[in-house]
């Protein structure tokens, strides 16, 4: 798979026929690794290690409705209480950000109304805080450490 602008990290794999299959650590099963499967397996570590997210706190392919249509998000965190916190959507490396994609994760953001919305392809990694009051976002320099995103319960 393509080297990413990430950490390294150890992944468990195995084979069925011709494919090849990650652990989902958070899911707890074996899945398909496409290059967009290897950006959110990559990223997800990324937050859990490097940002301290709590895998547990995590949930992978979140499912939503949006009006009739049912639709997945790659990630949603959430807080102690069950708040959703932030939503990541991932890209394959050779799938550039685009409008599009921050059309498609603000959509899913409708539903959940999280504080936090990041967007990679595992090469570009955009983050933005959303401001309700003011209708409008801010693209941050960096990811934000779980501490800093953590919303207290009530």
């Known amino acids: 798979m393509q080297k990413l602008d990430l950490p390294e990290y150890k992944f468990k794999y195995r084979s069925e026929g011709s494919k090849t299959l990650i652990l989902d650590d958070i899911r707890k099963k074996y899945v398909a690794m496409t290059p967009e499967e290897w950006v959110r397996q990559n990223f997800l570590k990324y937050l859990i290690t490097e940002k301290k997210y709590p895998a547990s706190l995590i949930i992978v392919e979140a499912a939503l409705k949006l009006n009739t ?8 965190v959430y ?4 708040k959703p916190l932030l939503i990541v959507e991932c890209k394959a490396p050779e799938v550039d950000v685009t409008q599009k994609t921050f059309d498609q994760i603000a959509r899913y953001n409708m539903t959940y109304k ?19 009051k003011k209708m409008n976002y801010i693209f941050l320099e960096s990811i934000p450490a779980f ?7 009530g």
């Open 79 to 82: 807080n102690n209480c069950g």
């Open 147 to 153: 501490e800093e995103i953590m919303v207290n319960c």
């Open 114 to 132: 999280v504080n936090y919305l990041i967007v990679t392809n595992g090469i570009k990694h955009f983050c933005c805080r959303i401001d309700f």
């Open 69 to 76: 249509l049912k639709k997945r998000c790659d990630a949603v």
